[in-house]
C-alpha cells in the first residue's frame, strides 16, 4: 500500500537547473544553419550522453578532436565553458524543493550528469546538497531511461516505488518510471509542480 504522503524523486537538468547547450554556442556559431549542423553532427547528444554514461570530458573532447580537428575550438568549449550552458535554476522547483525539506520530508534525486559537472554544479548550486540521496549516472554507468537505475535508488535508500513521485522533464524517463511503479510528473513548463504533486497524493 502507497504512504499517505509520499516522497519526491527530482531530475535536476531542465527540472531544478536550467541546461540548455545552444546558450553557449550562440556566440561562437551565430549562423543558426551552422549551429543546427554542430548539434546533430559534431556535439551531438548521444556524444554527450556518454559523458553521463561516465566516461571522462578529457577523453570525451579528445576523441572528438581527432574525428573533427576543424571544430577544436568549439569543441573544447562545451568542456571548458559549460556553465555558460546552465543559466541558473528553475525557482518554483527548486522552492518546492526546499519547502520539502524544511518541513522535515526525505527528498531524493536521480539525475544524469557527468562526474566532472556534477561535482561542479554541487558548488555552485548548494541546494543540490540537500538531498537525502542521490543516484548520478556516472557513478552508476548508467543512465535514464535504464529501469536499472531506478531500482538502485529504491534498493540504495530502502524505498518502494509505490511510494514515490518521479519528476521528470523527459518523456522516455517518465515511461521507465512509470515502468518500475512509481508514480510520475512531467515536467513540462508551464507547470504548477505543488498541484501536481498534491494530485499525485502528497500534502502539500
Avoid at 26 to 41: A, S, T
Avoid at 66 to 85: F, K, L, N, Q, S
Avoid at 157 to 170: E, K, P, Q, R, T
Wanted: glycine share 4%.
Amino acid at each position: 500500500m502507497a504512504a499517505a504522503s509520499p516522497t519526491v524523486v527530482f531530475d535536476v537538468g531542465n527540472v531544478l537547473i536550467r541546461w540548455d547547450p545552444r546558450l553557449l554556442y550562440r556566440d561562437l556559431i551565430p549562423d543558426p544553419e551552422r549551429l543546427d549542423w554542430f548539434m546533430q553532427n559534431v556535439c551531438t547528444a548521444a556524444w554527450n550522453i556518454e559523458q553521463d554514461r561516465g566516461r571522462s570530458w578529457e577523453e570525451a573532447v579528445a576523441l572528438l578532436v581527432a574525428e573533427h580537428p576543424e571544430w577544436e575550438r568549439e569543441i573544447r568549449a562545451y568542456d571548458e565553458r559549460w556553465h555558460e550552458t546552465v543559466p541558473g535554476i528553475i525557482e518554483d522547483s527548486v522552492a518546492t524543493l526546499k519547502e520539502l525539506k524544511a518541513r522535515g520530508d526525505k527528498v531524493y534525486a536521480i539525475t544524469n550528469f557527468s562526474r566532472e559537472k556534477w561535482a561542479e554544479s554541487l558548488i555552485r548550486f548548494p541546494f543540490l546538497q540537500s538531498f537525502d540521496g542521490v543516484v548520478v549516472s556516472a557513478h552508476e554507468r548508467l543512465i535514464k531511461p535504464d529501469p536499472a537505475i531506478f531500482h538502485v535508488l529504491l534498493e540504495r535508500y530502502g524505498l518502494a516505488a509505490g511510494d514515490c513521485i518521479f519528476v521528470d522533464d523527459s518523456a522516455k524517463n517518465i515511461a521507465a518510471a512509470d515502468g518500475v511503479g512509481m508514480r510520475t510528473v512531467h515536467f513540462v513548463e508551464p507547470i504548477d509542480l505543488r498541484a501536481a504533486l498534491r494530485e499525485r497524493g502528497l500534502a502539500l
